[in-house]
């Protein structure tokens, strides 16, 4: 992605980020399940599962800077690449990735292979 970071997407937390995306997605009719203590979860399972007319998202959240995906991370999040359909996205996001997140979350982008905003 070419897009420039712009420092209020520096500042922001991986905690506010997904406190705004969830707000967002139930906003436009999202089941949304985050487990609020996963350190008693296998390591790497992503963030965010949100489900709505048939499709889900499995996302991945991280700041802008500073982040660190892990080994498991990424394997989680690349086996449900592969598992994923026409109605599956797994991705991970960051504060810059905002608006391209909230465009799938009021239905009018879904596919990675959309082009984002640069």
Do not use: C
Request: proline letters at 3%.
């Amino acid at each position: 992605m070419s897009k420039l970071i712009n420092q209020t997407d520096a500042l922001i937390s991986e905690a506010q980020f997904q406190e705004t995306l969830v707000e967002y997605a139930e906003l436009w009719g999202w089941l949304v399940w985050h487990d609020n203590d996963s350190r008693r979860n296998d390591a790497g399972f992503p963030d965010l599962v949100m489900v709505k007319g048939g499709k889900i998202i499995f996302a991945e959240l991280k700041r802008q800077k500073r982040y660190k995906i892990s080994t498991k991370q990424l394997e989680w999040i690349e086996a449900l690449g592969k598992a994923s359909g026409p109605n599956v996205m797994a991705a991970i996001w960051f504060p810059s990735d905002r608006d391209y997140a909230e465009a799938i979350l009021r239905g009018e982008k879904w596919s990675d292979d959309d082009t984002r905003d640069t």
